[in-house]
């Protein structure tokens, strides 16, 4: 339903699968006063650190052992996952939802260049994690 509801505001020729992923990647605090995109290898990491220090007035200080993940920050990637942060999928939010709310909308960006370097990176240090 909610991908249906989203779907002339993406057009006609955006399949459902990419709405569904952006609704998913879209990251929201309890409070609902911002709103984040999280694209891949793009300072994800340390945005999500600098958001939770501003919903919640202290730094994030939790450790978490992820063997499956070589992102030493994998702990702040999993508070969506966790119902510290909410995913607009899964809070059943839809693209009229979110233009809806009074919500900051953040998304960091990086140089394409880069971002495939740092992805062939952690993809090849992921391989040497893994034969070791």
Not at 10 to 31: E, H, K, W, Y
Not at 47 to 53: H, I, M, Q, R, S
Not at 61 to 73: G, L, M, Q, T
Not at 106 to 111: F, H, Q, S
Request: glycine share 6%; charged share 15%.
């Amino acid at each position: 339903m909610t991908i249906q509801r989203s779907q002339p505001l993406f057009g006609p020729d955006i399949p459902g699968a990419a709405i569904r992923s952006f609704l998913q990647l879209t990251i929201l605090p309890p409070s609902q006063r911002w709103m984040f995109f999280s694209a891949g290898k793009a300072a994800s990491s340390s945005t999500l650190n600098l958001l939770f220090e501003m919903e919640f007035g202290r730094p994030l200080s939790v450790h978490f052992d992820a063997p499956h993940d070589i992102n030493p920050s994998a702990v702040v990637h999993q508070l969506a996952n966790h119902g510290v942060f909410s995913r607009a999928l899964k809070l059943g939010l839809g693209m009229p939802d979110l233009l809806a709310l009074p919500a900051e909308r953040l998304l960091v960006v990086r140089n394409p260049y880069a971002r495939a370097v740092s992805a062939f990176r952690y993809l090849c240090r992921s391989d040497e994690l893994r034969a070791s």
